[in-house]
């Protein structure tokens, strides 16, 4: 649809970009991105004929530009501007209408009903049929944008270029505009060429991403290919870390300030912990990064209070969340930074113990009942219901982790319980096997994220070793707590 | 009836009342009935050889200075041009005021040295301006357009101040021209205008939608489809004939340019294609009135137009504004 050939051209004699090569097919949306300066808007113009080439061709359709008249052009190829101003007031319907210019001709060049139909359905489009008659100035921001994109749209050219279109607006308002920018290239098979400052929105909406540094291509690929750690940082001269996108197979881009030399060395200690028959809690001085399957903020976030809340063995709530909650209010825990589990165990038999290492080291409590214990591998034809057993194991550790050594530490430490259960001979009521755990047992790993390094935690690494046997240790002990609790054994 | 139905309909007939009370007011009273009864050989005298000449070369200065003035604040996006920002009037000025200055007559042409002279400084100055603009920067940005007519006019302004300055006995004669009047012309300062009026206003009319783009940027203009380069040259071009040739026949008429199209717009909107004609009919009203009462307010004498259009014009324009803003706040 588009094909550009080794393009260069700029504002003097020194070309600004140059050597650039792509091709856009029918119906892709191609983002451009780049640095301040990089060319891209200088790109964007070359292409569309503002600023003229020196070198290479540019084919529309498989037509080279020169061929075309301006006029013709604009039948071809419309053009979304950032934000502007103007001197004089036009209605929305005035504005849009002039998006139909291209298709005028003759001395009289009366309004046909074709271009009538092109701008109403440009304004319905868009959402601003309803400002049909309202002067231009006196909307928003996004307001005017959006009549800005229906007078591209009534253009009803195949090609779209945009100029950082979500400039200045709102994130509802770039979400809309670059929604409804989407939905058109899908719905009528037009291409667009769009320069974006933001990067995480330029991943989210395009097919494919051309990456500008210095006036070149640095790369052009799909998302996952140029939004990359590396590529990113080399090109923007930024720390930055990629993720995926929650709901879409995106990547998406985090700034990584450097305020690290800001953060104050702390660490976590046995005697941070509070029990009470209430329940067990922890709170740190500041944030650490955490992974959990809790009742309360489970996953992976950045907390700094940790609750193992005791409730009644007969328990019963239609809303289990809302109501943890409420206690947590209660008790004086922020909401937004507590992580909270619930135990039909006696908390005044946590077991809180404190392992050193050479590299710092690793704080783990446990709250363990196993009237439900359940042996994993026999449980396929099971038909029971959820009940509350509950191995609660906390494991805190006083170092940097990345997420694979938090992945890692779950491993270990669910390995070590489970051994815990073997040695402590365990057994699955219902089977008489040994048991690996309970029916609903939780898992809390959580790092300070400061001290030293730590990457990996596997069973024989150094924060591995503790972890396993810590767990192990504060396991079995619990269980030996509870087992005496309920009068098995003396 | 649409909103731009009527608005044709209101200015055309005001136009119509115009003529109408200009060529029947004054120190003798001419019926109605003398149109098409030419019994009344003085009636009819004044009415055709006197009246109708001067209510027409007011109606057609007036309309080329407000459509000139339309399209140059459309063009230039600036409120504040008028057809004189380009410094072609000045350089008709120049013209007209150096044949006063040295008495010049040229035999073939009599009275009609000054105008002629006038319009060739206006033509001379218009390819001097565009021809430096473009010499500056080949894009002829609207900035650049609107510096250099101000380094022509203002370097022409001063030319006009030295003749003012030097002369003795014309001095009357030069700063009565300079005011603009439309007065003792005749039918054929008509024929010799309106070749002008209808080739300028023509080929602004042929760009009203390159206009109505262009308010938009040149940029946006271009995206659109619009040829800028080419269209600003005609829009240029065709204004500073409207301009050149208006001055030449009656001076410098202030007011009617900066102002007719403000008015227009503030009443029937912004959209070129409406605008240019609206502000033609309206500019040929409002100079046919000024001129009215400049010639009946102190009669037996006459005021020059220019002071009239001002006069008027400011608080017309003033009550206008007022309203407008008053509605759009509430």
Same mark, same amino acid.
């Given at each position: ?81 950032q ?10 319907k ?147 870390k ?8 995106k ?8 305020t ?15 029990v ?18 809790a009742?309360h ?73 196993i ?14 219901k ?21 992945i ?78 309920k009068?098995?054994?003396? | ?38 019994t ?43 057809p ?8 008709a ?21 000054l ?16 021809? &430096? ?16 007519? *101000?380094?022509?006019?203002? &370097?022409?302004?001063s ?15 030069? *700063? ?55 269209r600003? &040259? ?6 500073? *004939? ?14 009617v ?47 020059p ?6 006069f008027?014009?400011?608080?017309? &324009?003033a ?12």
């Amino acid at each position: 649809m588009l094909n550009v050939q080794n393009l260069a051209g700029g504002y003097g004699k020194d070309p600004v970009v140059q050597h650039i090569s792509f091709e856009v097919k029918k119906g892709e949306i191609l983002g451009i991105l780049g640095p301040n300066g990089s060319g891209k808007s200088t790109l964007l113009k070359i292409i569309s004929g503002i600023l003229p080439k020196q070198d290479g061709t540019v084919e529309i359709e498989g037509k080279d530009v020169s061929a075309y008249s301006q006029k013709q052009f604009a039948q071809k190829v419309a053009v979304l501007p950032q934000l502007h101003a103007h001197a004089f007031s036009h209605t929305v319907k005035e504005t849009v209408s002039l998006g139909r210019y291209p298709h005028q001709s003759g001395l009289f060049s009366t309004w046909s009903k074709e271009d009538e139909r092109a701008v109403q359905e440009a304004m319905a489009y868009t959402g601003v049929t309803k400002y049909e008659d309202t002067p231009i100035e006196i909307l928003s921001g996004g307001e005017q944008q959006r009549v800005f994109v229906a007078q591209a749209l009534a253009q009803e050219a195949p090609i779209l270029l945009l100029d950082e279109p979500t400039n200045h607006l709102d994130i509802a308002h770039q979400q809309q505009l670059l929604d409804t920018v989407r939905s058109h290239a899908v719905e009528k098979g037009i291409t667009v060429v769009s320069v974006f400052h933001d990067i995480n929105l330029a991943a989210l909406y395009c097919d494919r991403l051309l990456l500008m540094e210095k006036g070149r291509i640095a790369m052009i690929g799909s998302p996952l290919d140029v939004v990359r750690d590396s590529m990113i940082s080399g090109v923007y001269k930024a720390r930055v870390k990629t993720q995926p996108h929650p709901e879409l197979p995106k990547p998406q881009m985090t700034l990584l300030p450097d305020t690290m030399e800001e953060m104050k060395p702390f660490i976590v200690t046995k005697e941070q912990f509070q029990v009470s028959s209430k329940h067990v809690s922890l709170s740190a001085g500041q944030p650490l990064k955490t992974l959990s399957s809790a009742v309360h903020n489970a996953g992976m976030g950045w907390y700094r209070a940790f609750v193992n809340r005791h409730v009644d063995k007969d328990y019963n709530c239609d809303d289990v969340q809302a109501e943890n909650a409420s206690y947590l209010e209660r008790e004086g825990f922020h909401l937004t930074e507590t992580v909270g589990m619930m135990t039909a165990v006696t908390t005044e038999h946590v077991e809180i113990e404190e392992f050193a290492g050479d590299f710092g080291s690793v704080i783990v409590a446990v709250t363990a009942g196993i009237g439900n214990a359940v042996d994993v591998s026999k449980t396929l034809t099971r038909d029971q219901k959820q009940q509350i057993g509950t191995i609660n194991t906390w494991v805190i550790v006083n170092g940097r982790l990345p997420d694979e050594a938090f992945i890692q530490a779950m491993i270990t430490a669910t390995e070590a319980k489970t051994k815990a259960l073997q040695d402590e001979t365990i057994l699955d009521p219902l089977t008489g096997t040994i048991a690996t755990g309970t029916s609903t047992d939780s898992l809390l790993v959580a790092a300070t994220q400061r001290g030293e390094w730590l990457p990996y935690a596997g069973p024989i690494t150094s924060l591995g070793k503790l972890v396993g046997h810590g767990v192990y240790e504060c396991t079995a002990r619990a269980i030996r707590a509870y087992k005496k609790a309920k009068g098995w054994t003396v | 009836m649409n909103k731009t139905g009527i608005a044709y309909i209101v200015s055309a007939a005001t136009l119509v009342v115009a003529v109408w009370l200009g060529v029947s007011i004054g120190t003798v009273k001419v019926p109605l009935s003398t149109f098409w009864d030419s019994t009344d050989t003085t009636a009819t005298n004044i009415l055709w050889k006197i009246r109708m000449p001067r209510v027409i070369l007011a109606g057609l200065v007036g309309a080329s200075l407000a459509i000139a003035g339309a399209a140059f604040q459309g063009l230039l996006k600036n409120p504040l041009a008028d057809p004189y920002t380009l410094g072609v009037s000045s350089g008709a000025s120049v013209g007209a005021v150096v044949t006063l200055f040295f008495g010049l007559s040229i035999p073939m042409l009599g009275t009609y040295t000054l105008p002629i002279f006038s319009m060739v400084g206006a033509a001379l100055t218009m390819f001097l301006v565009l021809g &430096f603009a473009r010499l500056v920067d080949r894009s002829m940005k609207m900035e650049t357009i609107i510096l250099t007519g *101000i380094i022509f006019g203002s &370097f022409l302004g001063s030319v006009l101040s030295l003749m003012i300055a030097l002369t003795g006995e014309e001095l009357r004669q030069i *700063i009565g021209w300079l005011l603009g009047s439309v007065s003792m012309r005749g039918w054929k300062y008509i024929v010799m205008v309106l070749p002008f009026v209808v080739i300028g206003s023509f080929i602004l009319w042929l760009n009203r939608r390159e206009l109505n783009a262009m308010l938009f940027g040149e940029e946006r203009a271009h995206h659109l489809g619009v040829n800028v380069r080419r269209r600003k &040259f005609m829009i240029l071009i065709g204004g500073s *004939i409207l301009t050149g040739s208006a001055v030449a026949v009656s001076g410098t008429i202030g007011f009617v340019g900066l102002v007719v199209p403000h008015m227009t717009r503030l009443l029937w909107g912004s959209d070129h294609r409406h605008l240019l004609t609206l502000s033609f009919l309206n500019g040929a009203t409002l100079l046919i009135i000024c001129d009215l009462i400049a010639r009946t307010i102190i009669s037996p004498s006459e005021l020059p137009v220019g002071v009239i259009t001002s006069f008027i014009g400011a608080p017309v &324009f003033a009550y206008i504004f007022y309203r407008q803003r008053r509605k759009g706040a509430i």
